[in-house]
């Protein structure tokens, strides 16, 4: 029999906690649920230990420090992490892991399906849909829902897993971590719903919005870094030439450099373009050697 473990991550869900963990233990009933606490102010950690779940204390706030406390903590063979905010449906918890082991996947992601019109806030919605078309642009992305918080893994993926984010960036770093490294992955749909009464979302949308975007373009450099400075270089090569066209043609008809100011400008936006370029191939040769260390580290672990 596999060993499952249930990692939920969470931050004053007084309200919905014991929902969620006797929901858990009724559809997963050989699992040990976990909720890792991130320091709530509510009574969070005592209604999560009453309904029977094992709490621990994750003091370094944001979800991504979270999770990476979760997932250095625990051993399973099989891992479902899911929000404390009764949102997702643990019913469909035991299709993850059919899923997970009949397709022989490494992460099964829940895909939203709203089951309410107030499931998604308008600028979640918004947002959801922006980053997941980014993603499909700069990463080829195959996910329907990058930013879905309800997943299943196996040991393998878990345990060879870098995390660098610190906060809700932590699911699209899941994601594109699978996608550079060809990780066999599945996706599900399943039902989304809206939050309790007296529940409320921790999730800014401009602030996390903007967080995220960095984090995206951060694993984009790093990931891709010939096609992140290549990008830099196209832009700073067309601005130094449209710079430098009225100077040109001035001096091919007067054969004069009337504005010795602006001809530097142009000339140096153009040697920091081909910097720029520079820098993209040496770290590509860095990029994927890292990679082929961590597909390797990945492949190797049983």
């Known amino acids: 029999m596999r060993n499952i473990a249930v990692l939920i991550p969470c931050y004053n869900e007084a309200n919905t906690m ?3 963990v006797a929901s858990f233990k009724k559809h997963l009933p050989n699992a040990v649920v976990y909720v890792y606490d991130n320091c709530s102010e509510d009574d969070t950690a005592e209604i999560a230990r009453n309904a029977g779940a094992i709490v621990v204390t994750a003091k370094t706030r944001g979800k991504g420090n979270v999770v990476r406390r979760m997932f250095s903590d625990v051993d399973a063979d099989i891992y479902i992490m899911v929000d404390g905010d009764s949102t997702y449906t643990a019913k469909d918890a035991p299709r993850m892991i059919n899923a997970l082991i009949k397709e022989k996947a490494d992460m099964v992601v829940a895909v939203r399906r709203e089951r309410s019109d107030s499931a998604y806030r308008n600028g979640h919605r918004l947002g959801n849909r922006i980053f997941n078309r980014l993603l499909k642009i700069l990463f080829h992305s195959t996910f329907s829902d990058i930013f879905s918080g309800y997943r299943a893994f196996s040991r393998r993926f878990v345990k060879t897993f870098p995390i660098m984010a610190n906060g ?3 699911e699209a770093e899941l994601s ?17 719903w809206e939050r309790p009464a007296n529940s409320y979302s921790k999730l800014s949308t401009f602030k996390d919005g903007f967080k995220i975007f960095v984090s995206i373009m951060k694993l984009l450099k790093d990931v891709r870094p010939l096609f992140f400075f290549g990008m830099i270089f196209i832009a700073l090569f067309l601005l130094s030439i449209g710079i430098s066209y009225p100077l040109v043609m001035t001096f091919m008809e ?18 920091i373009s081909f910097l720029s370029l520079t820098c993209g191939i040496i770290m590509d040769s860095i990029s994927q050697a890292r990679m082929e260390i961590k597909k390797l580290h990945y492949l190797l672990f049983n």
């Open 18 to 20: 014991a929902d969620v």
């Open 168 to 170: 809700f960036d932590i």
């Open 254 to 271: 007067t054969g004069l450099v009337p504005r010795l100011p602006t001809a530097v400008l142009s000339t140096g936006v153009m040697m």
């Open 176 to 192: 594109i971590h699978a996608l550079t490294l060809a990780i066999p992955c599945a996706e599900i749909d399943s039902d989304y």
